[in-house]
Protein backbone atom coordinates (compact mmCIF):
# COMPACT_ATOMS: atom_id res chain seq x y z
CA UNK A 1 0.00 0.00 0.00
CA UNK A 2 1.13 3.65 -0.98
CA UNK A 3 1.98 5.79 2.00
CA UNK A 4 3.64 9.50 2.89
CA UNK A 5 6.39 9.58 4.77
CA UNK A 6 8.27 12.94 6.49
CA UNK A 7 11.06 13.70 5.48
CA UNK A 8 12.91 15.03 8.98
CA UNK A 9 15.98 16.45 7.35
CA UNK A 10 13.72 18.57 4.69
CA UNK A 11 10.28 18.30 6.97
CA UNK A 12 8.34 17.36 3.78
CA UNK A 13 6.06 14.65 3.27
CA UNK A 14 7.14 12.28 0.45
CA UNK A 15 4.88 9.83 -1.65
CA UNK A 16 6.44 6.00 -0.88
CA UNK A 17 4.90 3.59 -3.58
CA UNK A 18 6.29 0.26 -4.03
CA UNK A 19 3.03 -1.10 -5.89
CA UNK A 20 3.80 1.01 -9.21
CA UNK A 21 7.23 -0.78 -9.53
CA UNK A 22 4.45 -3.79 -10.69
CA UNK A 23 3.95 -2.00 -13.95
CA UNK A 24 4.01 -4.15 -16.84
CA UNK A 25 5.98 -1.94 -18.99
CA UNK A 26 9.13 -1.99 -16.80
CA UNK A 27 9.46 -5.62 -17.47
CA UNK A 28 10.08 -5.50 -21.12
CA UNK A 29 13.50 -5.55 -22.85
CA UNK A 30 13.10 -2.31 -25.16
CA UNK A 31 15.15 -3.34 -28.59
CA UNK A 32 13.63 -0.89 -30.84
CA UNK A 33 12.22 2.34 -30.64
CA UNK A 34 9.16 2.64 -32.73
CA UNK A 35 8.02 6.34 -34.20
CA UNK A 36 4.31 7.33 -32.06
CA UNK A 37 2.84 7.25 -35.93
CA UNK A 38 3.39 3.51 -36.30
CA UNK A 39 2.10 2.35 -32.87
CA UNK A 40 -0.87 0.36 -33.63
CA UNK A 41 -2.98 0.21 -30.86
CA UNK A 42 -2.84 2.25 -27.86
CA UNK A 43 -5.34 2.54 -24.97
CA UNK A 44 -5.82 6.27 -24.86
CA UNK A 45 -6.76 6.94 -28.71
CA UNK A 46 -10.78 7.05 -29.61
CA UNK A 47 -11.86 3.37 -29.92
CA UNK A 48 -9.49 1.86 -26.89
CA UNK A 49 -11.92 3.34 -24.41
CA UNK A 50 -12.61 -0.02 -22.92
CA UNK A 51 -8.70 -0.61 -22.21
CA UNK A 52 -8.83 1.98 -19.55
CA UNK A 53 -10.67 2.44 -16.60
CA UNK A 54 -14.53 3.75 -16.54
CA UNK A 55 -13.87 7.42 -16.63
CA UNK A 56 -13.88 10.07 -14.25
CA UNK A 57 -15.17 12.65 -17.26
CA UNK A 58 -15.80 13.20 -20.95
CA UNK A 59 -15.84 16.31 -22.45
CA UNK A 60 -17.12 16.62 -26.06
CA UNK A 61 -15.24 19.58 -28.68
CA UNK A 62 -17.83 21.91 -27.61
CA UNK A 63 -16.49 21.56 -23.92
CA UNK A 64 -19.57 20.05 -22.46
CA UNK A 65 -19.63 16.91 -20.29
CA UNK A 66 -21.03 13.96 -22.17
CA UNK A 67 -21.89 10.58 -21.46
CA UNK A 68 -19.92 7.20 -22.48
CA UNK A 69 -21.83 7.09 -25.66
CA UNK A 70 -20.77 10.28 -26.45
CA UNK A 71 -17.93 11.46 -29.31
CA UNK A 72 -15.25 12.69 -27.07
CA UNK A 73 -12.01 15.37 -27.10
CA UNK A 74 -10.47 15.05 -23.27
CA UNK A 75 -11.04 11.96 -20.94
CA UNK A 76 -10.43 11.44 -17.38
CA UNK A 77 -9.51 8.19 -16.06
CA UNK A 78 -8.24 6.96 -13.10
CA UNK A 79 -4.60 5.76 -12.88
CA UNK A 80 -4.03 1.83 -13.23
CA UNK A 81 -0.58 1.94 -11.64
CA UNK A 82 -1.52 4.64 -8.77
CA UNK A 83 0.76 6.56 -6.61
CA UNK A 84 -2.33 6.85 -4.18
CA UNK A 85 -5.47 5.45 -3.61
CA UNK A 86 -8.98 6.60 -2.87
CA UNK A 87 -9.83 3.92 -0.71
CA UNK A 88 -8.08 4.48 2.33
CA UNK A 89 -8.62 6.59 5.61
CA UNK A 90 -6.05 9.21 5.80
CA UNK A 91 -4.78 8.36 8.92
CA UNK A 92 -1.06 8.83 10.47
CA UNK A 93 1.50 6.75 13.02
CA UNK A 94 4.48 6.73 14.46
CA UNK A 95 7.21 4.65 12.87
CA UNK A 96 10.76 4.75 15.04
CA UNK A 97 11.74 8.73 14.46
CA UNK A 98 9.46 8.40 11.08
CA UNK A 99 5.66 10.23 10.71
CA UNK A 100 3.67 7.74 8.15
CA UNK A 101 0.23 8.28 6.64
CA UNK A 102 -1.85 6.02 4.76
CA UNK A 103 -0.97 6.45 0.90
CA UNK A 104 -4.45 8.45 0.20
CA UNK A 105 -5.25 10.33 -3.08
CA UNK A 106 -6.68 10.85 -6.38
CA UNK A 107 -3.98 9.16 -9.35
CA UNK A 108 -5.62 10.35 -12.53
CA UNK A 109 -4.87 10.48 -16.33
CA UNK A 110 -5.84 13.09 -17.98
CA UNK A 111 -6.54 12.56 -22.14
CA UNK A 112 -5.91 15.34 -23.66
CA UNK A 113 -6.65 14.18 -27.65
CA UNK A 114 -8.57 11.37 -28.91
CA UNK A 115 -5.86 11.33 -31.71
CA UNK A 116 -2.53 9.28 -31.15
CA UNK A 117 -0.57 12.66 -30.70
CA UNK A 118 2.62 12.54 -28.31
CA UNK A 119 2.87 16.21 -26.77
CA UNK A 120 0.01 19.02 -25.51
CA UNK A 121 2.05 21.74 -28.13
CA UNK A 122 0.36 19.52 -31.19
CA UNK A 123 -3.10 20.97 -29.70
CA UNK A 124 -4.44 24.43 -31.16
CA UNK A 125 -5.76 27.17 -29.07
CA UNK A 126 -9.36 26.35 -28.55
CA UNK A 127 -8.11 22.44 -27.60
CA UNK A 128 -5.27 23.72 -24.98
CA UNK A 129 -8.58 25.81 -23.71
CA UNK A 130 -10.56 22.91 -22.95
CA UNK A 131 -7.83 21.24 -21.70
CA UNK A 132 -6.81 23.45 -19.24
CA UNK A 133 -10.63 23.96 -18.40
CA UNK A 134 -10.74 20.45 -17.66
CA UNK A 135 -7.72 20.63 -15.15
CA UNK A 136 -9.88 23.57 -12.89
CA UNK A 137 -12.70 21.49 -13.48
CA UNK A 138 -11.24 18.22 -11.69
CA UNK A 139 -9.40 20.69 -9.10
CA UNK A 140 -12.26 22.22 -7.94
CA UNK A 141 -14.20 18.26 -7.76
CA UNK A 142 -11.39 16.96 -5.93
CA UNK A 143 -11.13 20.26 -3.54
CA UNK A 144 -14.94 19.93 -2.98
CA UNK A 145 -14.22 16.20 -1.98
CA UNK A 146 -14.40 15.56 1.68
CA UNK A 147 -11.68 13.53 2.71
CA UNK A 148 -9.33 16.11 1.05
CA UNK A 149 -7.04 18.15 3.35
CA UNK A 150 -7.44 21.76 2.24
Known amino acids: MPEYR ?36 CPFDEGNESMTPPEILRVDSGGNIVDKNSDWQIRVVPNKFPAL ?5 PTSSKYGVYMVMDGFGLHEVVIHSPEHITNISQLNEFELKLLIDVYVRRIKDIKNDKRIER
Open 85 to 89: IPYTS
Open 6 to 41: KDIILDEWVIIATERAKRPENFKEEKVRVPASKIEV
